[in-house]
Structure formats: structure tokens, C-alpha cells
């Protein structure tokens, strides 16, 4: 066996089919939603332009997606100008809503997000996840969807699926949770304990959180590293807009890259992990400080008090990150290292030494290193809203013609 | 703006294109080639039946290969069967071929390929091109290309365009070596010194390599990070059957991740780089010898006879190779390694350290450690096989009907 054709498959909806017209058509369909989504509201003659196709073509395509309740019609677009006025499109407000849920350690979390990105409906719980089973806590996790699913019904919405956002390794089935040390599971299979009724899809939190800097972040990057932080530290790395998985979907495990080869065991079986300098615990410990709930809240309030010890810990934690990012950017060659979750808060102390280290050890140019604004809301938003882009990507799956 | 609708472009050939009849015809042609490459000798009706089209469209497409020279028809398939036997198909041995050249530390090769991945005709001029300025080495590259086109022509070949190996780092112009520091070349534009005529891709030694191991090596593999030496260290990654360029080009720089922190100083501006461990030079000054030509053959025929000096260098160089690969695993979620290049012949006496250190630091599922089998003519070989690509990937861009 040769390796398949890259550059004759599309990718996406139709991949590895045959390039029929029944394909052809289900990406175009995707075209438009797109087109209309990050440009709108665009009359169908603008879309046609935008994306090469007849304004006849595009006329089939619209009606389709009106009939499914994608896209809906503002009424007349510029009315000053000569001619008939066309009709303004605009992504719909009442269609479909993706559903995000987050199990933290120490809250859950879930919102609905419609089509044009709006958060509609949320719900949190407050409480520590750590040790429990996860029958218990996956029930109320169903009880919060529960909530906002009526929300968002109430609103006119119908959810599409659901994504639950987890600190650990999900496999590839994208439903069993591998290894979650943090809430001590391991090799459990969340589907059976989720309200059924929609697609379910569970994912690491770390390449959720990439994943909405990817589709919110400010910074328009194709190609970066998010690193965030709960009680481990999460990698995850996009590489030409597309999340890297890897053969087990375990890419992106920056906490266990060696830092220094003889250094303390970390829980993985390795030695000098980042994790051991740089993770929450390490840092407590470092700045002689208890581990405990809110570790990242307190450690970032007595560092802007000017807590000397905690101050030099995060510096100490920077230069760790420093020097497992280099290894990370020389591999990687990425536009830019995104530091998000609860590395977010203590930016501020963590990112000169960081940067510092890296500039030392890199030789190549520069790679920006910015903190991402939607800090610990980055993996539920990006749950929320891969159920939403899957929506855009193949309206065609949805509308029930595909 | 929003990220491009990744699920909605088709990759390669129409990428970014509206999805148009054109495109279309164009991937599909690259079906047909890929699939009768693959599968060979097939009638049309297996190549309908492969790619899921009838069989009246892929005449049309076959036809128009036909007439391009890239199918021939070798007559009646299996005459035994019942009804009119169709006439089988195989990818052209007279059509377009691709040149592939390498630039070594050591020496320079020039190798032609055909369609069907045949070796047509080949060239090598042995003596170190270290230190020489680019005008000299690359007349004497472009008098071998010479030399391997006339003969390719000779065989009823038609050159479809010349891609170049170079042991540094390439720009994403494909033709500027930014950085050799083996060679001494820094931001040079070979297309001045290369033959005109035919079209030029200049690309990293060990991309080329990865590429090779990618589509001739033994392993199916289509997520792998390639490691490969001849003086300095070369790595190279390829995720889902791609290779991954980064930013700049600049991915897959395996050699100057940290290993050793506070380790010696490095070339690169960094400190405790892997090739101060495992780089040809330190390995061979850990065994006690001085550097000079053919460094990998001096240090495999002492390990093989016994040596014990060159031996714990080799075990030391492995364990330093372990300790980079345990972060780059961790971040890439490899399906396997493989050893190419120079590294493939010291394999033996590498691997060992290499695997133990590797397993004791990744706590995830094993990931193999395997050799090419290509050794060093891995990039040269990858490098003529890149043009052969580009020709199966887009067929009707040769054809002139795009």
C-alpha cells in the first residue's frame, strides 16, 4: 500500500468519498454557511462572488438552507442602491445550538452556544471533583445540561450535540476518558452515563481550550501551542488551523516533557518533568505554601501583593516552561505559544523569565509568546463551539440530505 | 475573520479554489493516476469500481491521461474471463520523471525517477563540500543534473522537475538556503545556479528523508517522527501521511532541544542541545577521536569490532537521544520513531539506551523505535519521489489542461 493521495482527497465532509457532485455539493452548502457566518449579513449575489459559484448555484444552495433552518432572510439589503434590492442573509438565531460542558476539578460547567456564537444559556456548580466516582458527578452534569437545553429550547434553539470538555486523555473514540489523574479516573467510558438523544463528543480541555483560541482568540493564528494550566499543566498544538491528535489522540502532552533528565519522579514514571516545576503543586510548594483548592487564585493574589517567595517560584516555574517550550518550538516551528487557562492569571509573573529562556535557547526567529484573553473560559466555549463548527462544516449532515 | 472553513476546502490541487466542476475533474484525475500507481495493471472498470465513479467518467479521465503520456494501455486483461476483456491500465515508463539531487557535507548525487518509481539514472561525485563557497559546488551539482537528464532522455524520459535536498534549514520560498552551518552557507537563493527549464523545490535533507520513509519505507506509517544525521541532527515529522513545515519551514528541529539545561553551550546561541550529545562531533570526541571526514563509518566499524570507548559513547548518545524523543513523543503522539540517515548505520548500538530511556519516561502506550531501510539514500530519494508526486497529485497541471 502507497499513502493515500493527500492531494487528491478533500478533507472534511467527503473525505476519502469519491469526488462526486453529491459531495461537491455538501461543501458548498458548507461554503456559504462560512461565507455568511464570518462576513454577514451578505445578499446571495455577494456570497456567489465571495465563493466563485453562479448566483443560480448559489439561489439552490441558499433555499436549502433556509428550508433547514440555517440561514434565515433580514429583509432588503442596502435600499438606496439601484436595482432590485437583494435580500440580506444572516446566519439563524433559532436554529441549532451547540452544547459545551466542562468537568473541572473543582466545578462543572455547561453553556449553549448558537450558530452566530452567542452564548444563550449556562449553568455552574461550584465544588471539588477530585476522588469522586464518576456516576455521581456525571449526573450532575446531566442535571446542569438538563437546565440549559430547557433554556435554549425556550429560546427557540435545538441542540445539535454535546461536548464535554475533561482534564485528562480522551482516546479516540472520543467518548472514554483514558487517564484523568487529577479526579482519579481512568478507562471510563462517559457515553453510558450522558443524556443520550444527541451526538456526544468528549475531548481533552486542553484542545478545546486551543480550539476556541483558534475560532475566538484575538490573534488570527493558524499555527500555534496553547499551553493552560487547572491542576496539571494541558498542551495542545494547531498546525494549519487543525488540531494535531496524534495516533492515540494524546498529542500535546507538554507537562511530561523532561525538563531537567535527573530530576524528581514525577507520577508518570519519568523524571524532571515540567509538571514538576511548573504545575500547580510545585509552584505551592516552591513558594512554601500548602496545596489546596484555589491554589492558582491565591498564588496570583499574594504575587500581585508582592509576595517575594511566590514571586520567585512563578519566576523558577517561567524558566522551566522556558526551556520545555524551547524543545516544543524547534519541533514545532509555530506562529506563536498561546499561554491560556489558569496560566492566564499569572501571566504576569510567569511570562518574563519565559520568554527570557526562550529567546536564550532559540536560535531561529522569534515566536511570540501571549496570554490568551478567554482565559478559564477557553475549554468550555471551545466545547461548545466544536459542536456549532461541526454544524457549519457539513450543514448538509444536519438538514438531513446528505 | 474567522479561521478558513477547514472541513469545507478540498486539500492539494483546488485548495482554496471554489469547489467547480474543474476542480473536480482535476482530483479526480489524480485518482485515477494514484489508484492504477497503487493497484496496477487495472482495467477501467476496477479503476470506476476503486474510486467510486462509473465507468463512462474515468474513459473520459483515462483517455486524457492516455493523451498526456502519463497511462499507456498494455493490452487485453486476463483474455481467460468471460465478455470482451477490457485492455489494462499502468502508469506510463516513458512519461515525466523527477530529478532528484542531494547536497551532502561529503558529497553531491543527482538521481532520475520515473512514474512508476524506477531508479532510471543516476550520478555521484564523492569530496567534502564543507566550507566551499555555493558558485563552485553548485556547477558541479548542475553538470551531474546534466549528466542524469540526457541519460532520462535517452530512455524516453521527460524531466518534470528537479528538487534539491541540502543538509539546513530551507525558506518557505523553497529555493533559500536560510542557514547551513555544515556547508557555511547562510541565505542563499540556489535558483541562479540551477538549471532553468524545469521546476525547482529546494527543501531540508531530512524533510526529504521523512518523505521517502513516508512513501517507500516498509512500515505504513503515516504519523512518525523521522530522526536522521550526517553531521548535525536532523528531524523531520510527518502527521497524517504530511509533513509538517511550521511557521517558517523550520519544523522537526530535533537537534538543539534542550537536554541537559545547564549542558554545554551550543552553536545555536542555546546550552545542552542534544547534538552536543549525540551530533557526530560529540560522539566521536566522547570516544576519544578526532573529528574528520566519514566520522559515522570510523565510529560503526569500531563498535562493531568491539570497541568500548566508542561503544559507552554510543550508549550515551542513545540516552541523550532518548531523553529529546521522551519530549517530542509526549508532544506528538507518534505512531512510531524511525532512524534514517547516518543514524541508521550506528542503529545497532544506539538503539538499546535509546529505547530503555525512552520507555522508562513515557508513561502513554509504547511507541516503536524503528531503522529506515533506506539509510542515507533516504533524502535523495525523497527528493526525486517529490516531483513523482506533484505529477500523480495534479496531473492536469502537467497535461497543460488545468
Known amino acids: 500500500m502507497t499513502a493515500p493521495p ?8 467527503g473525505r476519502g468519498l469519491p469526488d462526486t457532485q453529491q ?24 456570497v456567489a462572488s465571495r465563493i466563485g459559484l453562479t448566483r443560480a448555484a448559489v439561489s439552490t444552495l441558499v433555499d436549502e438552507l433556509i428550508r433547514a433552518g440555517l440561514l434565515e432572510e433580514l429583509g432588503p439589503e442596502r435600499p438606496g442602491r439601484v436595482g432590485r434590492p437583494g435580500s440580506a442573509l444572516a446566519v439563524s438565531g433559532q436554529g441549532p445550538a451547540g452544547i459545551g460542558a466542562e468537568i473541572g476539578v473543582d466545578h462543572l460547567a455547561v453553556c449553549a452556544v448558537d450558530l452566530r456564537g452567542v452564548v444563550r444559556a449556562r449553568a ?17 452534569l446531566t442535571a446542569l445540561v438538563g437546565e440549559v437545553v430547557a433554556e435554549a429550547e425556550r429560546s427557540g434553539l435545538r441542540p445539535a450535540g454535546l461536548a464535554v470538555a475533561v482534564p485528562g486523555l480522551v482516546g479516540r473514540d472520543a467518548r472514554t476518558v483514558v487517564r484523568a489523574p487529577n479526579l482519579g479516573w481512568h478507562d471510563t467510558d462517559l457515553a453510558p452515563h450522558l443524556p443520550d438523544g444527541m451526538p456526544l ?22 499555527e500555534f501551542l496553547h499551553v493552560s494550566a487547572e491542576i496539571g499543566i494541558g498542551g495542545a498544538v494547531v498546525v494549519e488551523g487543525r488540531l494535531l491528535r496524534g495516533t492515540h489522540g494524546f498529542a500535546g502532552e507538554l507537562g511530561h516533557v523532561p525538563v531537567r533528565p535527573e530530576g524528581p519522579p514525577c507520577a508518570c514514571g519519568g523524571r524532571g518533568c515540567l509538571e514538576q516545576y511548573a504545575g500547580e ?3 505551592l510548594r516552591a513558594a512554601g505554601l500548602a496545596p489546596g483548592e484555589n491554589g492558582v487564585e491565591v498564588l496570583a493574589e499574594r504575587a500581585a501583593q508582592g509576595d517575594k517567595g511566590v514571586r520567585r517560584a512563578l519566576r523558577d516555574a517561567g524558566i522551566a516552561l522556558g526551556i520545555a517550550l524551547t524543545g516544543a518550538v524547534n519541533l514545532l516551528d509555530p506562529e506563536a505559544v498561546v499561554l491560556g487557562g489558569a496560566l492566564a492569571a499569572l501571566a504576569p509573573w ?19 509568546v501571549s ?19 461541526a454544524v457549519l462544516d457539513d450543514p448538509a449532515a444536519l438538514s438531513g440530505r446528505a
Chains 1, 2 share one sequence.
Request: glycine share 12%; aromatic share 2%; with cysteine.
Open 23 to 46: 459531495g461537491m455539493r455538501r461543501r458548498n452548502l458548507a461554503r456559504v454557511m462560512h461565507t455568511v457566518r464570518a462576513e454577514g449579513p451578505l445578499s446571495r449575489a455577494t
Open 124 to 140: 455552574v456548580r461550584h465544588g471539588t471533583n477530585r476522588g469522586r466516582p464518576p456516576r455521581p458527578v456525571l449526573a450532575e
Open 281 to 283: 503543586e510545585a509552584v
Open 350 to 368: 510567569l511570562v518574563p523569565s519565559l520568554e527570557r529562556e526562550l529567546a536564550e535557547r532559540t536560535a531561529g526567529p522569534a515566536c511570540t
Open 201 to 222: 463528543t468528549v475531548d481533552n480541555e486542553a484542545n478545546f481550550g486551543a480550539l476556541a483560541e483558534l475560532w475566538l482568540g484575538d490573534g488570527a493564528l493558524h
Open 6 to 13: 493527500h492531494g487528491a482527497h478533500p478533507s472534511g465532509p
Open 371 to 389: 496570554v490568551s484573553r478567554l482565559g478559564s473560559e477557553g475549554p468550555l466555549l471551545g466545547a461548545a463551539h466544536s459542536v456549532v463548527r
